[in-house]
C-alpha cells in the first residue's frame, strides 16, 4: 500500500518500544521522515534514527522542550501520532483523585498539549494527520482500571471535537480504538500470567 508519505514528517510520541516503535517503523517503511520519541533522555539517546527527541509530555514543560526539539531537528511535521499513553491498575474503591489526575495528564492532556504546538503549522501549509491512539476498552470498559479507560474515553471525545474544529483545513484527526497488540510487554504479560496459571509456554 503506498499512502503517498514520501517528504511527509512524522512525531510518534512515545515510540522508544511497543506500540509506538511499530508505529514509527511502519510510517517510515511507507517514506515517512520519523521523529522518535521518549519520555526519558537515556531511552531516546538509545534509539537508532537519525532523529530522536525526549521529554516528559505529562507536563507543559515537558511538551514545550519536545516542540522545541522538533522544530528545531526538522522544521514543522506533517503528521502528529499520540501514541503516548499509560495504565496503572486500580480498582473503583481503592483508586484516589491522583490517581485519576495522573491518567488524564498522560492519556489527555500530553495530547492537547502537542495539538496546539503542531497544529498552526499543519493549518498553515493546509495539510495535517492527527492520529490519536485509544483502547477498545473506552467502549467496552471493564471494572479494572476505571481512570484508564475514562482518560481514553475522553481522548477519543476530544478527537471529535478537534476534528471540527479544524475541518475544511486540510488537517484530519482520527482515533484508532485497537484491542491488544502483540508487543514485548504484552508478551512478557501473558507469559507470566501463563506460568502461574500452568498454562504451559505455548504462544
Known sequence: ?????????????????????????????????????????????????????????????GCEQVLA?????????????NNYGTATAGKWLLSESDDWLDMYQKNVLSAVRLIKGFSPAMRDNGWGRIVQLGTIGSHQPNNIMPHYYASKG??????VSLAKELAHTGI????????????????????????KKGWGDDW
Open 1 to 61: 500500500m503506498d499512502l503517498k508519505l514520501q517528504n511527509k514528517t512524522a512525531l510518534v510520541t512515545g515510540s522508544n518500544r511497543g506500540t509506538g516503535e511499530i508505529i514509527a517503523h511502519t510510517l517510515a517503511r511507507e517514506g515517512a521522515t520519523i521523529v522518535f520519541h521518549s519520555n526519558d533522555k537515556a531511552a531516546a539517546a538509545g534509539i537508532e534514527s537519525t532523529y530522536s527527541v525526549w521529554g516528559d509530555i505529562a507536563t507543559d514543560s
Open 154 to 159: 475522553a481522548l477519543a471525545t476530544m478527537g
Open 172 to 195: 484530519t484527526v482520527n482515533t484508532i480504538s485497537p484491542g491488544y497488540i502483540r508487543t514485548a510487554e504484552l508478551e512478557a504479560g501473558f507469559r507470566k500470567r501463563a506460568e
Open 69 to 81: 526539539q522538533t522544530q528545531a531537528a526538522v522544521g514543522d511535521i506533517d503528521i502528529l501520532v
